[in-house]
């Protein structure tokens, strides 16, 4: 499994752009490479996932280095109820590995 | 739409008690997934069905067994609690098995172990 460098926190003001980096060096060609998130005692939430182009949907936008080592999560108007642990997951079978990831907290 | 139902939602065991945790979905999921989480860590995968009628380990299995009942229900039971599983629990499912699809969680079972 690839292994991922998240940063432990980020802080974002309301209403802006969020970027949540990702690295991961050691992705192989077959992984995908997931985002989740969680809230304060919530189960994880799909945000978005994406093979080698970049994604959009209606949560976010999933930017994808051209050598796919690094990620990043673009939350394009941050609310308060984006404040969560955000987890960058590669993966290419049934067994995701959530690190750490990044709390984020959305300041009003 | 439910979604991914847990039950139930808070436990707590003496060292040594069983217990049965259930899951169901109702999105007519193929792939089934329970998850723990330790205070202040990512989850891990305990086991997995890909489809009804198969399970396989994940990362942390010892002291577990799942059934999956059904195309909709996939049970994790515990048959002699230690205090190491403590955990919040987390079931899962997605329409297929593999990378290209989303994952659905249920709310979590907290468990607690003495």
């Known amino acids: 499994d690839a292994k991922t460098t998240q940063p432990n926190s980020m802080e974002s003001n309301e209403e802006e752009p969020v970027h949540l980096p990702c690295n991961h060096s050691?992705?192989?060609?077959?992984?995908?490479i997931h985002w989740y998130r969680q809230l304060p005692s919530q189960g994880p939430e799909y945000v978005i996932h994406?093979?080698?182009s970049n994604v959009n949907n209606r949560m976010a936008s999933l930017a994808i280095a051209e050598d796919r080592k690094s990620s990043t999560l673009i939350l394009h108007r941050a609310t308060l109820r984006d404040a969560a642990v955000y987890y960058c997951i590669p993966h290419n079978n049934n067994d995701m590995r959530f690190g750490a990831g990044t709390r984020l907290t959305v300041k009003p | 739409n439910a979604g991914v139902t847990q039950t139930p939602k808070f436990q707590v065991l003496k060292t040594g008690q069983s217990m049965t945790l259930q899951c169901a979905q109702d999105m007519n999921h193929n792939s089934m997934y329970w998850y723990r989480q330790d205070p202040g860590m990512g989850l891990r995968l305990i086991y997995y069905s890909a489809s009804e009628g198969t399970t396989d380990k994940g990362e942390v299995p010892n002291g577990y067994n799942v059934s999956r009942l059904n195309k909709r229900e996939f049970s994790l039971r515990l048959e002699s609690a230690a205090p190491s599983q403590t955990s919040v629990y987390f079931c899962?499912?997605?329409?297929?098995?593999?990378?290209?699809?989303?994952?659905?969680f249920g709310q979590g079972t907290r468990l607690t172990v003495v």
């Open positions: 994406g093979l080698t």
């Open positions: 899962a499912s997605s329409l297929t098995p593999g990378a290209n699809t989303e994952a659905f």
């Open positions: 050691t992705i192989s060609g077959t992984d995908y």
